[in-house]
């Protein structure tokens, strides 16, 4: 397989390039109602159709970019009202947990840029160490890294709230970040 190829898991393509920079999104399980993602995806769905009937044109690319960024955006934003589901990551015992796993990957897995913590939901900007292959993984480090940061954490999380059962969405939310303006955009 392509080091530069397309893979999917479960819904979300993974384009995952050896030597580019980061922006990932993980979010609690249970943190977003499924009624309400199902209508941001038909909302989505509906807009992209329309979007493929319209003809080639040279800045079709980065009308697709804006669309996916505003199907984002929707999601982030009603992650960020913190109204729905667990705030586990509220509590200050497993926000340090997560900070502290976190951290501890830097240097070894990658070079940590940013990391935000909120009541539902982490964003963290990385770029990936160039030695970063373990024995077992795929070509997909970053997919490698984010599995093996959800379990560690979501076991430790677990056990400080007293809690069995999934701690994290199976599904993350990773983007390669095109350029140094777009990086600004992210961590400011």
Request: positive net charge; contains cysteine.
């Amino acid at each position: 397989m392509e080091p530069e190829s397309i893979y999917y898991r479960r819904r979300l393509p993974r384009y995952q390039p050896a030597n580019a920079t980061y922006f990932i999104t993980f979010r609690l399980a249970g943190s977003l109602p499924r009624h309400i993602i199902a209508e941001l995806k038909a909302e989505r769905d509906s807009e992209e159709r329309l979007f493929l009937k319209q003809p080639v044109l040279p800045d079709k690319p980065v009308k697709r970019y804006e669309m996916q960024k505003r199907y984002f955006g929707k999601f982030d934003a009603l992650l960020d009202s913190g109204k729905t589901g667990p705030l586990w990551l509220g509590n200050s015992s497993v926000a340090d947990l997560v900070a502290e796993a976190i951290r501890y990957r830097d240097g070894k897995m990658y070079d940590l840029i940013a990391y935000c913590i909120m009541p539902n939901h982490v964003h963290l900007v990385f770029s990936l160490l160039p030695s970063v292959v373990r024995p077992g993984w795929s070509h997909y480090v970053v997919t490698n890294i984010l599995e093996n940061l959800k379990w560690y954490t979501a076991l430790k999380s677990n056990q400080i709230l007293n809690r069995s059962g999934a701690f994290w969405q199976h599904e993350s939310y990773d983007h390669v970040v095109r350029d140094g303006k777009e990086l600004l955009r992210i961590i400011s």
